[in-house]
C-alpha cells in the first residue's frame, strides 16, 4: 500500500514539473521573431506532433515567434498561426531579423533539389529544398551558389535550380498564362491536407504554392480566398469567366445561411479547371469530356478575380510589399 502511495506521488511530482514545463510563454523581446531553416516547416493547431497539421511555411521564411512552450507558436506572413518544433526555426532578434530580410538571398525555383557541402553534386547533402525556398547568398563558385541557412549553416546550390532574388524577380512574370504554366508544372503531385509546398498540397495551398513562385502572397485557406478580389457569379456558358480567375465549390447559400467554401481550383477556360483532389489534376465541368467532374461541378459556386488586386487590397500581395519581409 505504502509503495503505491509513493508510486502514485511520483506520476503527480512527474505531471506537475510536465504540465510546468508545457506552461505557455510569451517570448522575450530578443527572440520575437525568426526565420524557418529547414525546407518544409509543418505547423500544427497545437505544440505536439499528434496534433494536426494547419499550413507549412518554408526555408527563409521570415516569420513572429509569439509564445513557446518548447514549442513555438508562429505566425507566417500571410498572418496565419500555428505551432512549430523548436527545433525547426531560427528565433532571432529584431535586428538580426532585419538583417536577414536585407541580406541577398538566393531562390530556389525548381519544385526539388538538394544543398551540398562542396560544390559538387557528389558531395554530402546539407538538406533539401523546395521550390520557394530563400537562402543567403554568400558567393558563386563555378556552377554553384555558396549560401547560409538562417541557423548558420554553409552549403552550395546548383544554379540550374535556383536564382539570386533581384534576378528572379526581374525576370518573374505575374500574368495569367505564366501562372497556368506554372500550376501545370504541379500536375500529379500529391494532395496533403495543409499542404503549401512542392511535396503536397491542399486544394487551397496549390494556389497559394502556385502564386508564391510567382513572389506573390494571397491568404491561405479557400474560404479566404473566397472573399478577396472581384466575385463573379459564373454564367450559364462560362462566358464571363477568364482563365486564371479561381473557382470555388461548396455548399449553395440558402434562406437560412450563407454558402461553404470547401473546394477551389484554377479555371483554365474551357470549362476546365485544375486543382489539388487526390492529386494536382485537371477537370471539367462539361459532362461532354472524359475528365468530367460531376461533384465538383454540382456544387459550383462562383468565381474571383484576383490578379488586378495584388498589392492594393489586404491580404494580396508580393513579397517585397508584404511587412515580414522588410
Given at each position: ?53 494547419s ?16 514549442w ?71 556552377h ?42 504541379m ?18 495551398g ?5 502564386l ?15 472573399y ?15 482563365r ?10 440558402t ?11 484554377i ?19 462539361n ?30 500581395n ?9
Amino acid at each position: 500500500m505504502k509503495k503505491n502511495i509513493l508510486l502514485f506521488s511520483c506520476f503527480l511530482v512527474i505531471a506537475a514539473v510536465s504540465l510546468k514545463a508545457q506552461e505557455i510563454r510569451p517570448m522575450p523581446a530578443d527572440s520575437a521573431y525568426g526565420v524557418v531553416h529547414i525546407s518544409v516547416c509543418n505547423l500544427r493547431e497545437e505544440g505536439k506532433f499528434t496534433s494536426g497539421m494547419s499550413t507549412q511555411a518554408l526555408l527563409g521564411m521570415p516569420v513572429k515567434v509569439l509564445q513557446y512552450t518548447g514549442w513555438y507558436e508562429i505566425q507566417t506572413p500571410d498572418d496565419y498561426t500555428g505551432w512549430v518544433h523548436r527545433m525547426v526555426i531560427t528565433p532571432m532578434s529584431k535586428e538580426r531579423y532585419d538583417e536577414w530580410n536585407r541580406a541577398e538571398k538566393i531562390v530556389v525555383t525548381s519544385h526539388y533539389g538538394f544543398a551540398y557541402e562542396k560544390p559538387d553534386e557528389s558531395s554530402q547533402p546539407v538538406s533539401d529544398v523546395v521550390a520557394g525556398n530563400r537562402l543567403k547568398w554568400e558567393g558563386s563558385k563555378g556552377h554553384f551558389y555558396k549560401v547560409s541557412y538562417p541557423d548558420g549553416r554553409k552549403a552550395y546550390i546548383s544554379k540550374s535550380i535556383s536564382q539570386p532574388e533581384t534576378k528572379w524577380r526581374a525576370s518573374l512574370k505575374q500574368d495569367v498564362e505564366s501562372i497556368i504554366a506554372t500550376a501545370y508544372s504541379m500536375m500529379g503531385i500529391p494532395y496533403l491536407w495543409a499542404g503549401t509546398s512542392s511535396k503536397g498540397v491542399d486544394c487551397s495551398g496549390l494556389v497559394r504554392t502556385v502564386l508564391f513562385m510567382h513572389d506573390i502572397i494571397i491568404p491561405r485557406d479557400a474560404s479566404q480566398q473566397a472573399y478577396v478580389g472581384e466575385r463573379i457569379e459564373i454564367a450559364p456558358d462560362f462566358a464571363n469567366v477568364q482563365r486564371g480567375d479561381l473557382v470555388f465549390f461548396g455548399r449553395k447559400a440558402t434562406a437560412e445561411r450563407k454558402e461553404g467554401i470547401s473546394h477551389v481550383g484554377i479555371y483554365l477556360g474551357n470549362k476546365q479547371f485544375i486543382h489539388a483532389l487526390g492529386d494536382v489534376h485537371i477537370s471539367s465541368m462539361n459532362p461532354a469530356d472524359k475528365n468530367y467532374d460531376e461533384f465538383n461541378t454540382k456544387r459550383l459556386l462562383f468565381a474571383v478575380r484576383f490578379l488586378p488586386y495584388i498589392n492594393k487590397e489586404k491580404g494580396m500581395n508580393t513579397t517585397d510589399n508584404n511587412p515580414y519581409y522588410k
